[in-house]
């Protein structure tokens, strides 16, 4: 199996399974609460960050049966792995698989995925990168 310059993204591993991201998104946010004062200016009363939300786009190669990697994603899922992982010059610890996407229809070697995360730790540089 090969993969073309075109097509070459960054490679994690979903337990042992090489995935090849494409595409990502990362989304962070931070949360207010907001009340209003008698002379109605607003203050904040409390402020917190969020997981941030990693959706990456990618593939993973088509083995013989792909219900390995069906497997390994739903038993992931239902039991709240932690993920860490590095691409694009950045380290992601503590990483929950929050929901997967994916695609077969038995005759490219190349199976979409798209899988979201929440990331609770904070991204910090891959200093092997």
Do not use: W
């Amino acid at each position: 199996m090969f993969f073309t310059e075109n097509k070459k993204g960054f490679l994690i591993n979903i337990n042992t399974i090489p995935f090849y991201i494409q595409k990502y998104n990362i989304t962070g946010v931070r949360n207010f609460s907001e009340q209003s004062t008698i002379s109605g200016d607003t203050i904040f009363t409390n402020c917190n960050l969020r997981a941030k939300r990693l959706i990456v786009n990618g593939v993973f190669f088509r083995s013989e049966s792909p219900s390995e990697l069906f497997y390994q994603l739903d038993k992931s899922l239902r039991e709240d792995k932690i993920f860490s992982f590095s691409f694009a010059g950045m380290q992601f610890s503590n990483c929950h698989l929050y929901q997967y996407s994916g695609e077969e229809d038995g005759t490219d070697m190349l199976l979409p995925f798209k899988l979201e995360f929440l990331v609770v730790d904070a991204i910090e540089r891959d200093v092997n990168a």
